[in-house]
């Protein structure tokens, strides 16, 4: 902690400040602390009348309370000034604000559909990409499959290798697996909808070939999809921080195998920021932003990979717990499961450390920072 | 083993059409017939597997359908491009019936 920067003259809004957080009270006017203090207050009783919209409006939309949350105050309602000043330092922060986020837990949705939220800030959100789809169907007869390979276009029967029909349709570009006991699998679609689809026309395929044919007990087994958070990973410090979860064998794979407990999903990261998720949950969409939150006088920086979709909050949750920030940076933005806009510090980009990486992170200009 | 692929193509209509006519005729027994096919599937087999050097290379602009069953592959393609050295047969529509065995394929 070389300079300290003057405290900012006025107040960003949407953004609360710490009480009794910063070991740099002691550098503040006393005024000035006093009119901060009075803001707080207020800002508080805002944030937890928010803080129930929210959780509301959390409830009713479904998921997507990220966005819901970008108007309110990073504090949670425990942050009272007592709390604060007993909370361990700032620089530890990441951890404590995982545990905050933690304790805030917002209420499981009821249902209903659970559509994306485009974010309120203009933070790229990077949304993964359906790439395959794997469904089983239950034709419930028994199949002649010498028959249908004969009679069935687009269809392959090698009894040698392997006891099903390999049959093909070109709109859903799918692949169907069609076995003698009449189970059927379905692959190849980019969508949950498609392989319904796709299934169907299957089913219809066997039903005209003569066979009674049945539609029963559709499931979709697995879905894949791939996405690129646009920045490098450090696979070495995320399986040091999230042992228990990933696997890294640069020798076997050169992606980390990062096994989700809650919800059951399975992620290959790679170093290059390219991320691909396979699991049995309607895992759609996966929203990456980048939270900077701007304290007053000071700024944090953690990552956290952030799902929009309900079960995949855990994701944050454990990204955020695990990451290590870096001391030795000139500035750390503290990140939270708030929108800031980012902007522009000057012409001086800054560097912290996300995940071990470098992330270049954009400052408002005329905004000063507290360099620790 | 020898496949009865071969019988169903310009040269092997021929020869059944030569055959049934001297069977007709009461030329020829229909046994002596049916061995003389199955020599003529031997040697087609043989001749094609040794004999044939030539190399023709085909591209079609859609496979309409394909199938496997019983070792056998069938391809229906439509606008088809043959190319050798220097010629060019173009064909609507292609139909491809092969068989394993040898790494030979015949085509209809």
């Not at chain 1, 069609?178 to 299934?199: N, P, Q, Y």
């Not at chain 1, 791939?226 to 992606?255: A, M, N, W």
């Amino acid at each position: 902690m070389d300079q300290l920067l003057p405290s900012p003259g006025f107040s960003i809004p949407s953004i609360g400040t710490p009480l009794g957080l910063s070991g740099e009270e002691e550098m503040i006017l006393p005024s000035a602390q006093q009119k901060q203090q009075q803001q707080s207050i207020q800002e508080q009783q805002q944030q937890s009348l928010q803080q129930q919209q929210a959780c509301r409006y959390y409830s009713s939309k479904g998921h997507s309370w990220v966005s819901s949350m970008a108007a309110v105050s990073p504090h949670t309602p425990c942050c009272s000034p007592t709390h604060l000043a007993s909370c361990p330092r700032p620089w530890v922060g990441a951890r404590r604000w995982a545990c905050l986020a933690r304790r805030w837990v917002p209420p499981t949705p009821v249902g209903g559909p659970m559509t994306p939220m485009t974010p309120h800030s203009n933070d790229p959100g990077i949304v993964p990409q359906l790439q395959n789809i794997v469904s089983t169907v239950n034709l419930n007869c028994k199949l002649d499959l010498k028959k249908i390979a004969l009679h069935a276009r687009n269809a392959e029967y090698n009894p040698k290798r392997f006891a099903a029909v390999i049959m093909r349709i070109r709109e859903p570009r799918t692949t169907a697996l069609i076995f003698s006991s009449g189970k059927m699998v379905c692959t190849g679609a980019k969508s949950e909808d498609d392989s319904r689809l796709a299934a169907r026309k299957y089913a219809r395929i066997v039903q005209k070939l003569g066979f009674p044919a049945k539609f029963m007990e559709f499931k979709i087994q697995n879905m894949v999809g791939s996405c690129d958070v646009k920045f490098p990973i450090r696979l070495e410090g995320l399986v040091l921080t999230h042992s228990q979860f990933s696997s890294y064998e640069p020798e076997l794979f050169p992606g980390l195998i990062y096994r989700m407990v809650k919800p059951r999903i399975v992620l290959l990261i790679f170093v290059s920021g390219k991320v691909v998720l396979t699991g049995k949950t309607v895992v759609c969409v996966l929203y990456l932003f980048f939270f900077f939150f701007f304290y007053k006088y000071r700024a944090y920086s953690v990552c956290g990979l952030f799902c929009s979709f309900l079960r995949l909050r855990w994701l944050a949750l454990h990204i955020l717990e695990g990451c290590d920030v870096g001391r030795s940076r000139p500035l750390v933005a503290q990140a939270g499961f708030f929108i800031v806009t980012p902007v522009v510090l000057g012409e001086d980009p800054v560097f912290c450390d996300v995940f071990g990486s470098s992330v270049r992170l954009m400052l408002p200009p005329g905004v000063p920072l507290l360099h620790l | 083993m020898t496949y009865q692929l071969y019988r169903n193509t310009t040269l092997g209509n021929t020869l059944q059409e030569t055959l049934d006519e001297l069977i007709q005729f009461q030329q020829i027994s229909p046994s002596a017939a049916l061995k003389v096919l199955l020599q003529f599937d031997r040697a087609i087999n043989t001749a094609l597997a040794s004999k044939v050097r030539s190399r023709i290379s085909f591209k079609a602009n859609k496979l309409n359908t394909y199938r496997f069953c019983d070792n056998v592959w069938t391809f229906l393609m439509s606008d088809v491009e043959f190319k050798e050295v220097q010629e060019f047969v173009q064909v609507d529509k292609l139909k491809i019936v092969a068989c394993d065995g040898r790494g030979e394929c015949g085509a209809v």
